[in-house]
């Protein structure tokens, strides 16, 4: 079974920044499209960056507008979304999601991880 961890959520002050991890099993990081989602209660699951195995990424603009950046460490295995400048409307369960085909789309993920909560508050 194909396991995505999270880590790095917590609570965070409005301006601040949090920076989340996702370890990714070694067949997968190499190969697969990697991607965060984020969801708030009543909502659905909405789509925040895309990073390619080869390191090509893309970002909903409308969430991100330059506060945040996705990244990978390839000796690692790791997927990172770097978050700035954070919002109380960025509280949300944030998840790590592989795909093979280079989709933003919930469906077309193949795994995902469990998520990791941010709290935007004062």
């Known amino acids: 079974q194909v396991q995505l961890v999270e880590s790095g959520g917590g609570l965070a002050q409005p301006g601040g920044s949090l920076r989340l991890s996702c370890a990714v099993p070694?067949?997968?990081?190499?190969?697969?499209?990697l991607a965060w989602f984020r969801q708030t209660p009543g909502k659905e699951r909405e789509f925040i960056a895309r990073?390619?195995?080869?390191?090509?990424?893309?970002v909903d603009d409308d969430i991100v507008k330059g506060r945040f950046t996705i990244s990978r460490d390839n000796a690692r295995n790791t997927v990172y979304l770097q978050m700035n400048r954070l919002k109380p409307e960025d509280t949300a369960v944030y998840y790590c999601?592989?795909?093979?085909?280079?989709?933003?789309?919930?469906?077309?993920?193949?795994?995902w991880g469990k998520g990791t909560l941010v709290t935007v508050s004062s």
């Open positions: 999601a592989a795909s093979t085909s280079p989709t933003i789309s919930e469906s077309g993920m193949d795994y």
């Open positions: 070694g067949h997968i990081f190499s190969s697969y499209n």
């Open positions: 990073i390619s195995w080869t390191g090509g990424s893309v």
